[in-house]
C-alpha cells in the first residue's frame, strides 16, 4: 500500500462522528465504556485538519451518527453532541448507517463544490470511518487518511478465542483492508489542503452499501 511522501492537496474535510459519547468521559477501552483510547489525540489531530482545511476555503462535513434508542449516541442526548464547533457554512450530515454517504446527501454536496479529493478522520476506525472512505473511493474520490487522527476500541475476543485486538491494531488493520487505491499519511501535518478547482458535477447512482461493522 503504497503512500506518497508529499501528498497533492485535497479539497474537502470529512469528520467522521466526533461526538462526545465516543471521545469524552474515561472509558475503559470497549464501546460499552465511553471513549476510545486515545481520544484527545484523535480529537486534536482533527482540530488540526479543522484548522488547515478552514484557511485554505475548503469545504468541512461533519457526520453524525444517529444512534438507537438507549444507544450512548441516541439524539438529543449529552453523548450525541459533536464535541468540536462547527462554523457557519459547514454542512452537518446525520446518518444512521456507518456509511456516511448512505442517505445523506454527502455525494451531492461533495460533487456540487467541484470536490474531487477528501480527507478523513474520526471514529470508529473500522466501521464509520472505514465504511465512508470505502465509499468515497467506490465513487471515484481519492481519499486520504491520517494514521493518527481516527480511532477505535479495543475489540474483544471471539467466541474460544483467548485474547482480544488492541485497538492501535484495529484501526490498522481498518486501514489496511481499504487496499492500494487509499493514500495512508503517517500524521494529520502531512494533509494539505486546496480550495476545490474542478466545475461542479452531478452526483452518479452510488453503490449499495455492505453490512455494518
Avoid at 453532541?81 to 454536496?109: H, I, M, Q, S
Avoid at 479529493?117 to 464509520?128: F, P
Wanted: charged content about 25%; glycine content about 10%; hydrophobic content about 40%.
Amino acid at each position: 500500500m503504497g503512500t506518497p511522501p508529499d501528498p497533492d492537496p485535497v479539497h474537502a474535510l470529512i469528520v467522521v462522528d466526533l461526538q462526545s459519547a465516543f471521545v469524552e468521559g474515561e472509558g475503559d477501552g470497549t464501546c460499552e465504556g465511553g471513549a476510545v483510547p486515545d481520544a484527545a489525540r484523535v480529537v486534536e489531530r482533527a482540530r488540526e485538519l479543522l484548522a488547515r482545511a478552514r484557511a485554505a476555503g475548503a469545504p468541512v462535513v461533519h457526520l453524525q451518527n444517529d444512534g438507537e434508542a438507549g444507544a450512548p449516541d441516541e439524539p438529543d442526548t449529552p453523548g450525541w453532541r459533536l464535541v468540536l464547533p462547527v462554523r457557519p457554512g459547514e454542512a452537518v450530515l446525520r446518518k444512521t448507517d456507518d456509511d456516511g454517504f448512505w442517505e445523506t446527501g454527502l455525494e451531492a454536496l461533495l460533487r456540487g463544490h467541484g470536490v474531487t479529493a477528501v480527507a478523513l478522520c474520526g471514529v470508529q476506525s473500522e466501521m464509520c470511518v472505514r465504511a465512508t472512505a470505502q465509499t468515497a473511493l467506490d465513487l471515484d474520490f481519492r481519499v486520504v487518511l491520517p494514521h493518527d487522527a481516527h480511532g477505535t476500541y479495543d475489540v474483544p475476543p471471539a467466541p474460544g478465542d483467548t485474547a482480544g485486538v488492541p485497538a492501535a491494531l484495529a484501526a490498522r488493520v481498518a486501514e489496511w483492508s481499504l487496499g492500494d487505491e487509499v493514500e495512508i499519511t503517517a500524521a494529520a501535518r502531512d494533509v494539505r489542503f486546496t480550495a476545490p478547482f474542478a466545475a461542479p458535477v452531478t452526483a452518479r447512482a452510488r453503490p449499495t452499501p455492505g453490512t455494518s461493522g
